[in-house]
């Protein structure tokens, strides 16, 4: 169980061209999910917080407008990095929570490679 | 391990011996802990976690140990296998309804044959 997919789960794009990475939690509901960047040899950074329904709360330092969130259910989460960038290549990974069991434990979906030409 | 700039730091074992990975922890406040398993190009992998009303936690073949006076934490991975070489992250969270997490810089830990 707590099963997390990403898709894609690798991307290639130019620059200037938007792209749309979809996370779902496949066997519970999620009403929390989060998505993180992780660049080479580093940690992993969280970007936004996302409840489903409701406008997701940005890390300082990461730009709405450019990434954008969408919870539009409980079982996924969008996010749309906005006229990509070479700097945005990354790692993008996304985790989901559950209000089960009464702590955060957070499943990780597999991550998301973006690379911006 | 500590994390410093941009280099994770490394740890080398020989196959079967056992494994330390510590980790500094910054928020005093925190009182939930996890250990991820991250292998190249995927996502983290939960390994154990551990309250802050708790000081130690077995699981199999790992044990999680949690100093909260001096905020640290450490994985002990016994008789370290190669299907164990991978990066291991730290992290802290709040109970609550945030349930955020804060991720530490992470350690690589290599077994050697």
């Known amino acids: 169980g707590a099963v997390v997919s990403q898709h894609p789960s690798r991307v290639i794009c130019k620059s200037g061209t938007s792209v749309k990475i979809e996370c779902r939690s496949l066997d519970f509901q999620a009403t929390t999910m989060f998505w993180y960047r992780q660049f080479p040899k580093q940690s992993l950074m969280l970007m936004a917080t996302s409840n489903e329904g409701s406008k997701a709360t940005y890390e300082q330092g990461v730009e709405k407008d450019k990434f954008l969130i969408n919870h539009a259910s409980l079982t996924l989460s969008t996010l749309t990095v906005t006229s990509a960038h070479p700097e945005d290549s990354s790692f993008y990974i996304c985790s989901a929570s559950t209000t089960s069991g009464g702590h955060n434990e957070q499943f990780f979906g597999p991550g998301t490679r973006l690379t911006v030409l | 391990g500590e994390s410093v700039g941009l280099h994770l730091p490394t740890l080398s074992v020989q196959e079967g011996d056992n494994s330390i990975i510590n980790c500094a922890y910054s928020?005093?406040?925190?009182?939930?802990f996890i250990w991820y398993k991250q292998e190249s190009g995927k996502g983290p992998q939960f390994i154990i976690d551990?309250?802050?009303?708790?000081d130690k936690r077995q699981g199999q073949r790992v044990t999680v140990l949690l100093n909260k006076t001096v905020k640290h934490l450490s994985l002990q991975i016994a008789a370290t296998q190669p299907g164990d070489s991978a990066v291991y992250f730290c992290a802290e969270g709040l109970s609550g309804s945030a349930r955020q997490l804060t991720f530490g810089s992470g350690t690589q830990l290599t077994v050697l044959p």
């Open positions: 928020n005093s406040a925190s009182d939930y």
């Open positions: 551990i309250r802050s009303n708790m």
